[in-house]
């Protein structure tokens, strides 16, 4: 009996087990890169949600790239914190609206799901954000 009422609680509390990531919105970072986000790659699972800090000024999350058929959220406003949730596996890329050209981009993975990885490839990127995002791909 008491086995029977442990599994029920696992599974009907699952979604509590959902984890909560954060990622710092940074002008350094303790590798000395500037203007970027503390995580290059971040690994989540379906259900995980993400929260963006500013922890230095001037910094925002605008996604370009997600699964399809999904809708992407709105770009965050600068200078808040930005919080989301992933209801959708698959490789997620997005950039700081007024750094993209400094290298300010990121990819969060979703689920292990790398079909729409292509994508992420081939996305158009421009000045510092050309070599970083060939880092980044290194990572996956
Ligand atoms: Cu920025």
């Avoid at 009907?12 to 002008?27: K, R, V």
């Amino acid at each position: 009996m008491l086995r029977i009422f442990f599994i029920f609680i696992i599974f009907f509390t699952s979604p509590i087990l959902a984890n909560t990531f954060s990622i710092d919105m940074l002008n350094v970072r303790s590798d000395g890169q500037s203007m970027v986000y503390s995580e290059d790659v971040l690994k989540v699972e379906v259900g995980d949600t993400v929260v963006w800090k500013p922890k230095d000024k001037g910094h925002n999350v605008e996604f370009i790239i997600g699964p399809d058929a999904i809708e992407l959220p709105k770009k965050s406003r600068i200078n808040q914190e930005f919080t989301y949730t992933f209801e959708k596996s698959g490789v997620y890329f997005y950039q700081c609206t007024p750094h993209k050209s400094m290298g300010m981009i990121a990819v969060i993975i979703v689920g292990d799901d790398l079909t729409n990885l292509d994508q992420v490839k081939s996305v158009r990127v421009f000045g510092k954000s050309k070599r970083k995002l060939e880092e980044i791909l290194s990572l996956i």
